[in-house]
T-cell receptor, first 113, second 113 residues
Framework: ETGVTQSPTHLIKTRGQQVTLRCSSQSGHNTVSWYQQALGQGPQFIFQYYREEENGRGNFPPRFSGLQFPNYSSELNVNALELDDSALYLC????????????FGPGTRLTVT | AQSVTQLDSHVSVSEGTPVLLRCNYSSSYSPSLFWYVQHPNKGLQLLLKYTSAATLVKGINGFEAEFKKSETSFHLTKPSAHMSDAAEYFCVVSDDNFNKFYFGSGTKLNVKP
């Protein structure tokens, strides 16, 4: 059984640029959630995708958007990057029957300069 | 709206002594509550979950938590700390459809030999 994988591991971008982060779900999981974890803080829920549609959203602006593909992998896109977007971005997958049991990936560390 | 407050940012115990990590929640309806653990350089892992069944919930590695509605609390306990328990612990509340998850700010547990 393959766990949740994320790419890239680290990324450095300049303010105003756009970034795409990728996540592959654990085998058999069809629900993906994305989180932002700033240094020294708890993860903040960005959104959740199920069957390629956004299924729930946290308090993040529209420049944070996502996609889920038929194979249940997912992308997080952030436009017009700001310095405060620097954080660890976590992806978590779960099955629809046990959506509460999330399996987290190792994260992508994004630095915005 | 749902939220959790972790009352201690840092807790330090000696190996073999009890662990208590405190969490209070706020929810407009009957909540689902979770504890996750994050070891350094490792992904978040689900410790245990409360989803309106038994109020005393047992998790992995000897941890348990008790849901107390009258006190709006969901404290995490372990009778005897082990060095390998040193990590950061997050209390989490979700909405009733598990479409949104709200993490606390985390408690760093230090275990002294």
């Amino acid at each position: 059984e393959t766990g949740v994988t994320q790419s890239p591991t680290h990324l450095i971008k300049t303010r105003g640029q756009q970034v795409t982060l990728r996540c592959s779900s654990q085998s058999g999981h069809n629900t993906v959630s994305w989180y932002q974890q700033a240094l020294g803080q708890g993860p903040q829920f960005i959104f959740q995708y199920y069957r390629e549609e956004e299924n729930g959203r946290g308090n993040f602006p529209p420049r944070f958007s996502g996609l889920q593909f038929p194979n249940y992998s997912s992308e997080l896109n952030v436009n017009a990057l700001e310095l405060d977007d620097s954080a660890l971005y976590l992806c978590a997958s779960s099955s629809r029957d046990t959506t509460y049991e999330q399996y987290f990936g190792p994260g992508t560390r994004l630095t915005v300069t | 709206a749902q939220s959790v407050t972790q009352l201690d940012s840092h807790v330090s115990v000696s190996e073999g002594t009890p662990v208590l990590l405190r969490c209070n929640y706020s929810s407009s309806y009957s909540p689902s509550l979770f504890w996750y653990v994050q070891h350094p350089n490792k992904g978040l892992q689900l410790l245990l979950k409360y989803t309106s069944a038994a109020t005393l919930v047992k998790g992995i590695n000897g941890f348990e938590a008790e849901f107390k509605k009258s006190e709006t609390s969901f404290h995490l306990t372990k009778p005897s700390a082990h060095m390998s328990d040193a990590a950061e612990y997050f209390c989490v509340v979700s909405d009733d459809n598990f479409n949104k998850f709200y993490f606390g700010s985390g408690t760093k547990l230090n275990v002294k030999p």
